[in-house]
């Protein structure tokens, strides 16, 4: 019974610890992002010839809310490698509907859409929380309630060969 | 003490978080602006320089204003842009539909059957949901032309904590000319500072070689 007490404080107490840990903010550039061991990122094709395809990017556990950049830059740097790979120059994501270019929604630069997707901030005005808490609401990015879930982050983009002057595109040679 | 140790390091493992190192801005500069925080994102369709060009502006307003106005500019000129969509065989968006029922929501799998354009009017149809969200959105859509010809489009997103009277929009918009920022309280910041910026694509390309 001791024992069991004793656990439960100090669970309660490393807990309170775990926490502090990670208050500290520590700065980093943005070809320095510390990656995991299980960030993996995967490529689907969704067509016949392969000009609609599926990049999604996990890290296993719950993903800390400003890290979640890492799960956007690495998703859109494995997408524009594809494109390339496929001998294309210009896509435009069309899922999430959030972010998607087809039905207008006009960022398409890797640095504007993190920025968009996890605003960042290097101390806390008034409005910090809402602009955090854009993540949740965007609902483009699928963080897990506790660690034992994976965190995601999934798009679907199409492969557009010679683009108008109006079509929001990425430019693979210029993001 | 065995036991204690167990169930101290569970509850980090529980709590823990697998990244918890953010990333920082870095860049500041000074600014008058009164508002608390905003960000602009600078879009251009076309990667060309825009001295030589004259601008018109098409639309200035509202995000979600901005999407009906999209919605009929792409429906008219759709025929226009569809060479991969036309290539795309049905039973391929019949797989692209299944892996976005939650997105494409009320689409129908019979409405796709004439492959190509359908689809991509099922695209753009789509509604967005912006009202959802707890910021302010406003956009400025300008048409660059040369001879009377539109060349490119540019569109300045601005995404702010409170509503932003008239005067200081149109502030924003002519104050900002080809980068994207994120301002912050009183004070301005790039989104990312222009030397990691581009000392990323120089890693990134790098690394593909």
Known sequence: MRIFLFSTIMILFFAGCSQKISDKVQNYSLYEIPKTDTTKSTVENLNDNGTIFKVSTSANGKVEKKGAMLLVITTMQKTVEETKRKGYRYFQVISPTTISNASGFPINTVADL?????????????????????????????????????SKFEVVVRIVEEPKYYDIVWDTNKY | MKKLLIASLFSLSL??????????????????????EYQIFFTKTNDIALDNLTPKVIFTGKLTDYYDFFKKDMIKNLNLSTETLTTASTNALNTVTDSMKNNLGQVTKDSLKNAGQNFGVALIMQPISIGLFGDDHYVQVVDYYENDIPKTRVIKYIVSDEALPNEEL???????????YHFNRGKTATAFSQKDYFQFRKTHNRSQQ
Do not use: C, W
Not at chain 1, 124 to 150: K, Q, R, W
Not at chain 2, 170 to 175: A, P, R, T
């Open chain 1, 114 to 150: 993190t920025t968009f997707l996890v605003p960042q901030s290097d101390n806390v005005p008034e409005g910090y929380n809402g602009m955090i808490n854009a993540i949740e609401t965007h609902s483009a990015i699928d963080l897990p309630l506790t660690i034992f879930g994976t």
């Open chain 2, 15 to 36: 709590f823990g978080t697998s990244i918890d190192k953010p990333f920082m801005t870095k860049e500041m500069l000074d600014n008058d602006l009164e508002t608390h």
């Open chain 2, 170 to 180: 149109e502030m924003i918009y002519n104050s900002t000319n080809d980068r994207s």
